[in-house]
């Protein structure tokens, strides 16, 4: 396997994790936060997809689909139009609520871009580097690593989160 098929293999693990996560849930269920500190299964979604797109299209110079494809409009959030989910208060994350087919709607549209992107890299690609706010430089296998990780801490979560809706 070389570095793209490991990449798209990663980020396929994580698409499955999120179908693992909602699929079959109400829009209730997707909002349960179980206790008041707690992410539901619908921001953890959202965030993590919110993660990949803004992450991998500033990384390989392309638009959000969430602005380009319209998800912002359909979500109708209440919250800035560059807003991941990263930082925000307890509040502003029971304010996500969506449906499991918006959710998945916007994770599969975020993946297929997603393999699109990294199954076109190669070896040499991943020591580009894509961030320079950072010491050492963010390269791109670096960059790539952090959202796979990032991603599938939070499947995790909402898979957790699921486990505990469906045991109540």
């Given at each position: ?92 994350a029971g304010k996500v609520r969506a449906p ?39 390269t791109l296998g670096v960059r790539l690593v ?23």
């Open positions: 396997m070389n570095s793209a098929g490991l990449l798209v293999d990663s980020f396929a693990r994580v698409r499955e994790a999120v179908h693992e996560a909602v699929d079959g849930l109400t829009e209730d269920q997707l909002a349960v936060r179980i206790d008041p500190d707690a992410n539901s299964i619908a921001w953890l979604v959202w965030h993590l997809t919110r993660i990949q797109d803004d992450h991998l299209a500033g990384t390989f110079g392309r638009d959000q689909l969430w602005d380009t494809d319209g998800w912002r409009d359909r979500f109708g959030l209440p919250f800035p139009a560059a807003a991941t989910g990263y930082g925000q208060s307890r509040a502003q499991a087919e918006l959710l998945l709607g916007y994770h599969d549209a975020v993946h297929a871009r997603t393999e699109e992107l990294v199954g076109a890299v190669t070896n040499a690609d991943l020591e580009r580097v894509v961030d320079t706010t950072w010491d050492p430089p963010v952090s959202v796979i990780a990032d991603d599938l801490q939070h499947a995790g979560q909402a898979a957790y989160v699921r486990g505990v809706v469906e045991r109540r």
